[in-house]
Every structure is written in structure tokens, then in C-alpha cells.
């Protein structure tokens, strides 16, 4: 099996780190998700999230316990990897593409 032996290199600091951990909780519990399927909204509501319409106001502490409750696994940790990386990103660009045109919270 490969093995990685390069060095790890922390590409953020720890200061950056801090302002995205910042960042993502306002956005998940300020701003919301907006959800489609009626299922998931009832399932978020039963578990104790803000539903407002197809918005999910979500408490970042509960989403930090649904993700410590995924298998320890590689192929999972692999994943969770892809999902918060490519969630990051997405955020970023939304972040960043729509700020000219949101307003002030």
C-alpha cells in the first residue's frame, strides 16, 4: 500500500483557521442553508433546527456532533475531507462573488 512520507505542510495559519471556523458558524446559523425536498426540511425541524420556509438555521455545535458520528474509517475520513473541502470552496466563491450585491445582516 502507498504510504505518504512527504512532510505535511499547513497551508493556513492558525489565524486563518480561526476565521474560517468563524465563518462558516455565522453562515450555517445566521444566514442559513436552503433546502428543496420537504423530507429534510421535517427531518432538520424533529432535530431541533431553525426552519424558516425552505431555510435551515443550523446550530454549529450539532453539525460538529453529526460529523464526529461518521465512521473512522480512510475511505470515510477521504470523504468527509472532499465534502468539507469542496464545501469551503463553495462558500468562498458565494462569499466572494456575491458580496457586492448582499446587504448587511
Not at 462558516?24 to 444566514?31: A, G, T, Y
Not at 424533529?46 to 455545535?61: M, S, T
Not at 464526529?68 to 480512510?74: D, E, G, I, T, Y
Amino acid at each position: 500500500m502507498f504510504q505518504n512520507k512527504s512532510p505535511r505542510y499547513e497551508i493556513l495559519s492558525q489565524d486563518a483557521m480561526a476565521v474560517l471556523d468563524k465563518g462558516w458558524r455565522r453562515i450555517v446559523s445566521e444566514m442559513g442553508i436552503e433546502f428543496m425536498h420537504d423530507r429534510a426540511l421535517e427531518m432538520f425541524r424533529a432535530a431541533g433546527q431553525k426552519v424558516e420556509g425552505n431555510n435551515v438555521k443550523f446550530d454549529p455545535d450539532w453539525i460538529l456532533a453529526q460529523v464526529a458520528k461518521a465512521p473512522r474509517n480512510s475511505r470515510c475520513k477521504l470523504a468527509i475531507l472532499k465534502i468539507t473541502s469542496s464545501l469551503v470552496a463553495t462558500i468562498w466563491f458565494l462569499v466572494v462573488s456575491m458580496a457586492p450585491h448582499s446587504l448587511e445582516i
